[in-house]
């Protein structure tokens, strides 16, 4: 029968070595799980989980009024003081004529605290979503939090702008194209509604440039155009806005080497809770031309409610104990891939 030295010595110098290193490394394994479970708790006491201690709120009763009442009167007419104590701690003793008993009464006093109008807070911050549209795009390349309209017989289309020199801010903006207007007149846009606070001001702006094949106001009579309305009380058909405001872009060449970035600003005051913004390009004549509208950093800046923060529950931060657990499951599953290396080549001898 030969010994465990014998059978040792008759495995193969591969499995002797991958042997010895599996039982070093679980030999580290162990050392670290001993470090990680005492040592490193007394290094860093500031990383135990304490929890507070909860605070008890007791409350206060109210002052008592005691009146002393006089009782039992003799016959007869007779001046009997009545004294009524402020505070149940004086020191002063009423004085009584004799044969009159008093009896204290204890009275409750109701403390009143006025409610103090609640102020809701504000602050002032871009209330539109997905402005500068870095927060995506819908299937159709629509900007997320946007909605589109057209007024038909022409080829409308919207697109994903990546193309660095016709995107004023970030990395994309929003293309609207139309092209082939079987009328004249033809509206493609986009809009939004935000929340607003009613008599509140706001500054609208936004970014952007019109690309025609021409290139040339002259050569086109002005034929591609872009405006923007609002809805102030927040209603969401194009078609009930009155007042379009034609923005002075004139068009540059769909494809050239700079291109400027024109910008439009105004002021609003909100008349309700909610306000629309509208954005439309504009093909003025029934032709095969195609106009390619840039819109960008379109902003509503103003006051806004405050958002609370909502604490996130769950399960509570990880610890070093949960560390110490995956180092142990993993120093197992290497012991046991070493006991079974060792049986295999048991056998094998």
Known sequence: MSTLSDRWRNTSSVFRVLLLVLL????????????????????NPELALTTPAPTT????????????????????????????????????????PEGTETVPVTTETAVITPTEPVTPDLEIR??????????????????????????????????????????PEGKYAQLIEIKNAQMPDRYSGIYQTATVIPGEAYAF???????????DVEKTSY??????????????????????????????????????????????????EEMTVFIRAWKKWADSGEGDYDVDDIQLVGPALVTPVIPVTGDAPGTIWDNVRVWATVALMLLLLGGALWRFGWKRT
């Not at 050392?31 to 479970?37: G, I, R």
């Not at 009167?73 to 505070?87: C, S, Y």
């Not at 995506?136 to 309209?149: A, H, I, Q, R, S």
Request: hydrophobic share 35%; net charge negative; charged share 20%.
């Open 24 to 43: 070093v490394t679980l030999l580290l394994l162990l050392c670290l799980l001993v470090f990680l479970q005492f040592v490193w708790p007394i290094l």
């Open 57 to 96: 709120i007791t409350p206060t009763e109210p002052a008592t009024t005691e009146t002393l009442i006089p009782t039992d009167t003799p016959e007869g007419p007779t001046n009997t003081p009545v004294v009524t104590t402020e505070t149940p701690d004086t020191t002063e003793t009423p004085v009584t």
């Open 126 to 167: 871009d209330v539109l979503r997905n402005g500068g549209f870095e927060e995506g795009f819908k299937p159709n390349e629509l900007g997320e939090y946007w909605e589109g309209f057209n007024n038909g017989s022409a080829a409308f289309s919207y697109h994903i702008d990546d193309w660095p020199l016709v995107v």
């Open 205 to 215: 702006s936004m970014q952007g440039l019109v690309r025609t094949n021409t290139g």
């Open 223 to 272: 034929g591609y155009r872009l405006e923007v309305g609002f809805d102030l009380s927040g209603g969401q058909d194009w078609e009930d806005v009155e007042d379009w405001i034609e923005l002075q872009w004139d068009e540059q060449l769909r494809i050239q080497d700079s291109f400027r970035f024109d910008v439009y600003t105004t002021t609003l005051t909100a008349e309700s």
